[in-house]
C-alpha cells in the first residue's frame, strides 16, 4: 500500500476503520444461528438478516454491499 501511494503521488496514507462493517452487509441466503445457553427459551433459532462477524461468507457480502 506504501508503496502505490508512492507511486501514485499521495501526500499522505490515510487508514480508515468502519466500526462493526460487516454487520451491516445484508445476507442472501437463509442462515439460522441457535440461541446460547443463557437464554431462557430453548429449542429455538434465530434467523439472520444481516451478516454475522465469523461466518464464511461475511466478508464477501460486505464487500458486494
Request: proline letters at 3%; zero cysteines.
Amino acid at each position: 500500500m506504501l508503496v502505490l501511494t508512492v507511486l501514485l503521488g499521495f501526500n499522505k496514507p490515510r487508514q480508515v476503520n468502519y466500526t462493526a462493517a460487516f454487520l451491516h452487509a445484508p445476507v442472501s441466503e437463509d442462515i439460522f444461528v441457535e440461541l446460547s445457553r443463557n437464554f431462557k427459551i430453548s429449542g429455538k433459532v434465530l434467523k439472520l438478516k444481516t451478516s454475522l462477524y465469523g461466518s464464511k461468507q461475511s466478508s464477501r457480502n460486505f464487500f458486494l454491499h
